[in-house]
Nanobody, 128 residues
């Protein structure tokens, strides 16, 4: 069983920054595709970005490209989402997720159903 614990959410002003962290338990973090998703009130969960384990390549959704950066620290079993130039439309609950047994994945796994484990979510609110 893998547990994911997010931290770093909160309130920010438009144009500001926040960094989310996702700490994973277990010894196979290095084999997971890690994804960040968000869900605004009344909307479906959507991908923010993902990062592959083998090469560290990332996928960023168009809505955040150039503003958000995904990274992972294999030694710390932690994934990060650095969010800059925040906008009010970035408001929502942010979730990290792990797709297991995917070390050699050549895709970026952008759909929620592809993930096996989810964190509890952390609220991000951006005021205008």
């Amino acid at each position: 069983q893998v547990q994911l614990v997010e931290s770093g959410g909160g309130l920010a002003q438009a144009g500001g920054s926040l960094r989310l962290s996702c700490a994973a338990s277990g010894r196979t973090f290095s084999s997971y595709v890690m994804g960040w998703f968000r869900q605004a009130l009344g909307k479906e969960r959507e991908v923010v970005g993902t990062i592959r384990p083998s090469d560290g390549n990332t996928y960023d959704d168009d809505s955040v490209r150039g503003r958000f950066t995904i990274a992972r620290d294999q030694a710390k079993n932690t994934a990060y989402l650095q969010m800059n130039s925040l906008k009010p439309e970035d408001t929502g609950v942010y979730y990290c997720a792990a797709k297991s047994r995917s070390y050699y994945s050549v895709t970026y796994s952008t759909a929620p159903y592809e993930y096996d484990y989810w964190g509890q979510g952390t609220q991000v609110t951006v005021s205008s």
